[in-house]
């Protein structure tokens, strides 16, 4: 029997014959935070809300440690969802708001008043029981929920977009509570998110969808350095891509520039993405890839440089202490490895994770 949550084969299509889930299969493992990760519409809160229990799939199964809750109500599944609105009672206090889910279990008043300290202690509301939702501030209305899901003391805490509604400050401190949180008590989480920088900073494991499909599982850095195609590495942040040769040693050729090698390749054509941060402008010579400076945009601690080449525009991330490009400068580029990845030819990238290390 494998823990956590294993879905199999989960199809869903909606009343109005729109197939949003097309055979999904991912094991959601114990303990770990998971992140769902994809654009808007790709069908991350529909498989949200099968796991909820709060839609029921065509085909498939879900498996959670080795029981087939797949006909199961959201009652019986164990589980908490935190929705992105909150979804608070209006009418009812702090603490009444987290003890809802404990009154509706049966738990004595005792029990419930024990648990419900607990969790607002562990989302760091003590003192504020008494509130009711509309004098909390965005922030606290987002830990109230939570800790109305952590009283429950759910097998698995589901969260869609729980920062969608908070501003960029309070986004960083709630995410960074709910790794901590997660990490101290060691939940099983399924995250939602369309965010690719939320999702690197809070998870162990990154499920990326497009169009009703898993495209890619991995790690935030495997996704980041190791995309499986073009979508996955956009994606997951500023990236380029290029065509590229591979010689019979396994060097990429990219213009006069050369990669690797990269004992795993055959000779032939390849796309390459390559990161912003993999390449290093210096002033021209006869060697690199030579360019000439567009523009440049400092962005705090790095500058970025646009740079007109014969490959087409090219972005450069440069630490903002060293030489500064003005426009117009002459230049030439080089690559590092780092931050450059081969896209595997498309016969085998129906793997979800990643092959071959760069
Ligand atoms: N009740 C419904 N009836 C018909 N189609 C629906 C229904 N709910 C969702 N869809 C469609 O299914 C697809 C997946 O929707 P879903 O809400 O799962 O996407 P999502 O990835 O969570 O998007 P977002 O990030 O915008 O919330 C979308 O095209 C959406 O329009």
């Known amino acids: 029997m494998r823990s956590g949550l294993e879905i199999r084969g989960v199809t869903k299509t909606y009343a109005n014959g729109y197939r949003a889930l097309h055979g999904v299969d991912v094991h959601i493992p114990d303990r770990r935070l998971t992140t769902l990760l994809g654009p808007s519409g790709c069908g991350k809160t529909t498989l949200l809300r099968l796991v909820a229990g709060l839609e029921t799939p065509d085909e498939g199964q879900l498996i959670f440690h080795g029981e087939d809750v797949t006909s199961k109500s959201a009652e019986q599944r164990d589980l908490s969802l935190v929705f992105q609105s909150y979804a608070l009672f209006p009418y009812q206090s702090v603490e009444?708001?987290?003890?809802?889910?404990?009154?509706?279990?049966?738990?004595?008043?005792?029990?419930?008043?024990?648990?419900?300290?607990?969790?607002?202690?562990?989302?760091g509301l003590q003192g504020l029981e008494d509130r009711m939702p509309h004098e909390l501030s965005g922030g606290q209305q987002q830990r109230t929920a939570l800790a109305r899901a952590l009283a429950l003391q759910p097998r698995i805490l589901l969260l869609d977009e729980p920062l969608s509604n908070l501003d960029s400050n309070l986004r960083r401190h709630i995410r960074e509570d709910i790794r901590a949180l997660q990490q101290r008590l060691e939940l099983t989480v399924l995250y939602v998110t369309h965010d690719h920088a939320e999702a690197m900073s809070v998870s162990d494991r990154i499920v990326v969808m497009q169009e009703g499909r898993i495209v890619q599982i991995g790690s935030p850095r495997d996704l980041y350095e190791r995309?499986?195609?073009?979508?996955?590495?956009?994606?997951?942040?500023?990236?380029?891509?290029?065509d590229a040769e591979v010689d019979t040693g396994g060097l990429v050729h990219l213009g006069p520039l050369q990669i690797g090698p990269h004992p795993g390749l055959r000779r032939g054509a390849v796309r390459?993405?390559?990161?912003?941060?993999?390449?290093?402008?210096a002033p021209a010579s006869s060697a690199g890839l030579p360019g000439k400076v567009l523009r440049s945009a400092f962005l705090g601690s790095t500058t970025e440089v646009c740079v007109h080449t014969a490959l087409g525009e090219i972005l450069v991330l440069i630490p903002s202490q060293g030489a500064a490009y003005i426009t117009g400068a002459p230049v030439s580029l080089f690559l590092s490895a780092q931050g450059v990845s081969v896209l595997l030819p498309s016969i085998f990238s129906n793997s979800l994770e990643p092959l071959v290390q760069h």
């Open 227 to 242: 995309p499986l195609s073009e979508f996955v590495a956009a994606f997951m942040g500023d990236a380029a891509t290029f």
């Open 272 to 281: 390459i993405v390559v990161r912003p941060h993999a390449w290093r402008i």
């Open 96 to 123: 009444e708001n987290v003890c809802y889910g404990l009154r509706m279990q049966g738990l004595s008043a005792a029990s419930q008043r024990e648990r419900s300290a607990h969790a607002l202690a562990l989302v």
